[in-house]
């Protein structure tokens, strides 16, 4: 069984740090596009981020541009996401995803995830 599996989100206060991480378990995905988007209460899914098989090429969304950090360990398998400078804003359900269709993909975006895990909750506090 594949799963993807969040965790790191909580409660921060504004202008704090999180560090979230996606571990992945069932296959492997260190040849494929990975991201994370997320779902605040009352409003659509968004991107936030992808970056590319090797970690060579991150594409972020503008609301985190500047303030979020993607990367990867393939020998982990394992994604993570960075998040300083946290304002309100940002508390969603934040969701890890990867895109098992494409091998050795060089863009990242658009992003269409055909694997998806349960979701952590980030919660920034003013």
């Known amino acids: 069984q594949v799963e993807l599996v969040e965790s790191g989100g909580g409660l921060v206060q504004a202008g704090g740090s999180l560090r979230l991480s996606c571990a992945a378990s069932?296959?492997?995905?260190?040849?494929?596009?990975m991201g994370w988007f997320r779902q605040a209460p009352g409003k659509e899914r968004e991107f936030v981020a992808a970056i590319r098989w090797n970690g060579g090429y991150t594409k972020y969304a503008d609301s985190v541009k500047g303030r979020f950090t993607i990367s990867r360990d393939n020998a982990k398998n394992t994604l993570y996401l960075q998040m300083n400078t946290l304002n309100p804003e940002d508390t969603a359900l934040y969701y890890c995803?990867?895109?098992?269709?494409?091998?050795?993909?060089?863009?990242?975006?658009?992003?269409?995830?055909?694997?998806w895990g349960q979701g952590t909750q980030v919660t920034v506090s003013s």
């Open positions: 995803a990867a895109d098992s269709r494409r091998l050795y993909g060089t863009s990242v975006y658009p992003f269409e995830p055909n694997y």
């Open positions: 069932g296959r492997t995905f260190s040849r494929n596009v």
